[in-house]
Nanobody, 116 residues
């Protein structure tokens, strides 16, 4: 069973930065697409960013230029660097592992709160 463990969430002021990490186990990490989703209260879960095994990335329009997704296959870990954070980025962030249209696992979620 694939397992994903997230870390790095917290409280940050507007304009600040956070880096989320997602460590995967029991998986051939290098061939898996890793993604970060978020869900704010009362809203649907949405894709924030994704990175394929080959390193191709895509981002939600709302985070382009501010967030960067990356991966370290040697560590079986994906990252989400979040800069210039805004209050509207407040949400629970979930790590996702998949291949094609198949979901392999979700992380447990980590809270990100952007507030002064």
């Amino acid at each position: 069973q694939v397992q994903l463990v997230e870390s790095g969430g917290g409280l940050v002021q507007p304009g600040g930065s956070l880096r989320l990490s997602c460590a995967a186990s029991k998986i051939i990490f290098s061939i898996i697409t890793m993604g970060w989703y978020r869900q704010a209260p009362g809203k649907q879960r949405e894709l924030v960013a994704a990175i394929t095994g080959g390193g191709s990335t895509n981002y939600a329009d709302s985070v382009k230029g501010r967030f960067t997704i990356s991966r370290d296959d040697a560590k079986n870990t994906a990252y989400l660097q979040m800069n210039s954070l805004k209050p509207e980025d407040t949400a629970v962030y979930y790590c996702h592992a998949g291949r094609g249209v198949v979901t392999m696992a979700w992380g447990q979620g980590t809270q990100v709160t952007v507030s002064s």
